[in-house]
């Protein structure tokens, strides 16, 4: 009923004002509109009203053409950066102190004696190919099955079309003229290591071994009987003639022609990469404890601690296994009891350490650098050394001014940044150590999901899930081959990439490192004597400046950065915009909206009403044919009620050509005798008549 009413009311606004056509609106509109233009359209003679229309039309069209272009620059969510500096007591930051040598030497040697043995004897065939030089004879036998789960191989590259593959531990192998071997390339043809095999290019490795384009590659390259190819060039040859390479060998099994070879421009490389993925292998299947126990002890390698005034000891300390560094210990972390705050800058303030890194008991093909790895970050948050952390030389005084940057990221629509880590898709495996999430455990944890669902195993370096095994060369045979097409597929690193986001709130520790050396000449005897008497209680001197490192680590200033991202374009930048293109090409307001949202409903209800009345034609049309003679007379109708005889029988109507004459009775009354006359006309007929 309410809609009824207010659909009359409806009608009478549009009979009293715009009228009930799409024309009458427009004119309407145009005339009472307080936008400039539409009503220099009606009232203009015709040559000012094509102009008028013209240029009204050009400046709408402006107007919507900017709207869009601000409309998209509000949606694409920009953000500026802003810097403030303050001043405050801040959290002093955790700091996390790891050798450089994962594991002392004497307590792994029983676990890499056969892994060593394997490449002095393998350096030994390169640096000292001739046979009189060789010294395998002495020595026991070698265990060739551990060096063929990942072989080093030499790639002559003399022809560079045809390079031949050369095992290190094989008798005169030569590689077919198919065989490449290059960088992440694939080996097609089949590796054979028979007696006495020639193979393409003019290039034979049967008794004399020859270089191809008639090129010596070494004083005396030749191989008697069974012994190993070895053709390196000698320390006299020149640049031209080096052409020989140091690659791994890695084989998606063992045997398989599917193969790849990681070559390196520096044997030493190549060297360092092959011991890596052996000792991965080996130390993989060692207990979790027998590792920690395999590493430095805190009592043996934090000898002196100080924060500010007042003392430390390792026990203030939290101990950490990190697969690359072996045990960590982080100080300030957090976990147990609240953060300490540094109550003024300066170094005097700060953190000093004395850190013995025992360098004499480092494992010789493992870590080529030696020193203490260190780095600062957060409370509850998971040390990532290899990226993040630097070194400390042995034998110097380190000093590590800090200043703070705290970063502060508007979170969705504005950046892809996430507060907890909660909304990411990848299950963060660093979880299990309680820290807080980071990109950096993102990234590891993705990787370490695709070498499991790839790969079938877990590599070394990364947490594993429950009910997943590390990846060794005895269950897994193919896994390195596995992790090094993995570390280097570009598809699943994006993958990683896009699945991961940064932290909405991050605080960042930047740097100031200067160095100078420890103890000095005059100074470093007594100690020396002090340092060793208080860790061994000798009298002797039990260290020497190769493994003694000093830190100290403190607030270069109490000013702190923040860095906060604002949103660029507001909804009130928005507006104004609108606002402001609006009335300088149309000379519009809101009220000139609102007009035109107005015109806009009057064009649905007139839209409303033609409908109604086409719906009303078409019934009407419908009952047209239905009946499509004229329709009966009040005559016609008054005799068909009064005249039983007009009445149809009940056994159906029959059709017009066949229907039945009326029956006779009585006529219809003759109208016209009822008409009032005056009575000078009336006769004495039509009294009697009447009677």
Known sequence: MNLKKYFIRALHRLQKGPGYTYKELLVWYCDNTNTHGPKRIIKEGP??????????????????????????????????????????????????????????????????????????AALERILQPTSGNSSENASPPLDLQLWHQIPLVLIDEHDKDNPIILDIFESNQAAGGNQTAGGNQTAAGNQTAEGDRTSEGNQTTAGNQIAASN???????????????????????????????????????QGSNNCTYRNFTSAAQAVTEWYILQSTSILSKVPLQERIRMGYQAEDMILACLYGAEPCNYKNFTQIYHPDHGNCYIFNWGMDEEALNSSN?????????????????YIPYLSSAAGARLMLHQQKSFPFLKDQGIYAMAGTETSIGVLVDELERMGYPYSDCTMNGSDVPVKNLYSQYNTSYSIQACLRSCFQNHMIEICGCGHYMFPLPEGVNYCNNEDNPGWAYCYSSLR?????????????????NDTQYKMTISMADWPSEASEDWIFHILSYER???????????????????????????????????????????????????????????????????????????????????????????????????????????????????????????????????PPPNYDSLRVQPLDVLSPDSDTETE
């Open 215 to 253: 090129q010596t590659a070494a004083g005396n390259q030749t191989t008697v009987g069974n012994q190993t190819a070895s053709p390196p060039a000698p320390a006299n040859t020149t640049s031209e003639e080096k052409k020989y390479k140091l690659a791994v060998k890695l084989c998606s099994h």
């Open 345 to 361: 800058p300066g170094a005097e303030f700060g953190l000093k350490l004395i850190l013995d890194i025992s360098q004499q008991d």
């Open 488 to 504: 280097s597929s570009i598809r699943h690193r994006q993958i990683c990439i896009d699945s991961c986001k940064e932290t909405c």
């Open 47 to 120: 040559k000012k009203k094509l102009i008028w229309f013209f240029l009204t039309l050009l400046f709408a069209s402006l107007v919507f053409w900017q709207w869009g272009i601000l409309i998209n620059t509000y949606l694409s969510y920009n953000v500026t950066s802003s810097l403030s500096i303050g001043f405050k007591t801040m959290k002093f930051p955790a700091v996390t102190v790891c050798n450089a040598n994962p594991f002392k030497y004497s307590e792994v040697k029983h676990l890499l004696k056969e892994l060593d043995r394997l490449i002095e």
């Open 536 to 666: 061994d209680m000798s009298t002797n001197v039990t260290l020497d400046r190769n493994g003694i490192i000093k830190l100290n680590i403190y607030f270069q200033e109490y000013n702190y950065r923040t860095i906060s991202e604002s949103a660029a374009t507001t909804i009130v930048w928005l507006l104004s915009s609108l606002g402001g293109q609006f009335g300088f090409w149309m000379g519009g307001s809101v009220l000139c909206l609102i007009e035109f949202g107005e015109i806009i409903i009057d064009s649905l209800w007139i839209t409303v009403i033609n409908m109604i009345s086409w719906c009303k034609g078409l019934k009407q049309r419908q009952v047209q044919a239905r009946y499509p003679d004229a329709p009966p007379t009040v005559s016609e109708l008054v005799e068909a009620h009064t005249n039983l005889g007009f009445q149809h029988e009940d056994g159906g109507a029959l059709p017009r050509d066949k229907a039945l004459p009326p029956e006779p009775g009585t």
